[in-house]
């Protein structure tokens, strides 16, 4: 009895284990580093959880309502989780009830890529990570002032730094 319940304590603590803490063991994770991050569609299947990969690079969507971030108030900047970029400052997040963490702008321009996006018979303007193309959700014309913009960001993709 003893023995079993010592195991089950042992591991607790791995299956509670965050995504944000396992994406941090990323050797490709760097606040500090600028260059754009290029590696194979492997190597990031290995290195990023199954979540975060299936976001990231397959261009997935995390299901609405279910991020950290939709409704937190920390204070600090997101970053991308796979590679580390500066992406928002949490004073452009807004609380936009679309079920998504939204803000209202990036960090800076080049935080940031634009793609148009076509696809489900919408259109779109995707955003992407500028260092290293993650997927990141999308950008619509429906945000707050002064921009107008609502950056629609799967949680999934996303780490605080304070
Ligand atoms: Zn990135």
Redesign the pocket.
Known sequence: MTLISFSACAQSPTKQKTNTTMEKNNPYYNPNRKEA?VISEDVWKNILSPEVYQIARQKGTERPFTSEFENSKEVGTFH?V??G?ALFKSTAKFESGCGWPSFFEPITKDAIIYLPDNSHGMKRTEVE?G??K?HLGHVFEDGPPPTGLRYCINGVILTIEK
């Open positions: 991050v991308c796979a590679c970029n990570c260092k290293c993650a």
